[in-house]
């Protein structure tokens, strides 16, 4: 049996979990205050997933890049991926909080996180 100590980050609780995989293969989830806790016990010893936040590249901004995140949390061993392909994203100003600025990398879309204004615009 192998077991794993969590803190839960579903809710300001913060719960401490101990999650124990049997012989068999099942979870067993002890320290949970609710569902929400021992569903996210599961998911994060099962298929660990993050929401992926970075930079992309702006050409005309009043910054040179601008900070992005993925519309969801991805699998861990998709970072990497998505990661490559936000290297080689390069954007025009302006840019928009909230704008999604790539499409389906990974199954995800790209958010910005910010506003990039042109050049132009800010004088």
């Known amino acids: 049996m192998s077991e794993r100590e969590l803190t839960c980050i579903i809710c300001p609780a ?4 101990r ?6 293969g099942r979870l ?3 320290g949970a205050g609710c569902r929400r806790g021992v569903e996210y016990a599961r ?16 050409r005309n901004g009043e910054l040179p890049v601008v900070s992005v995140k993925t519309s969801r949390p991805v699998p861990k061993n998709l970072i990497r991926e998505i990661m ?3 290297a080689e994203l390069e954007l025009e100003a302006p840019v928009e909080m909230g704008q999604v600025v790539a499409r389906d990398i990974c199954g995800v879309d790209l958010i910005a996180t910010r506003r990039v204004r042109h050049v132009k615009d800010i004088n």
């Open 14 to 17: 913060a719960c401490t979990l």
């Open 19 to 24: 999650v124990t995989v049997t012989p068999d």
């Open 84 to 86: 490559r392909a936000t």
């Open 43 to 58: 998911l994060e010893v099962l298929e660990p997933r993050r929401v992926v936040v970075t930079v992309v590249k702006v």
């Open 28 to 30: 067993e989830v002890r």
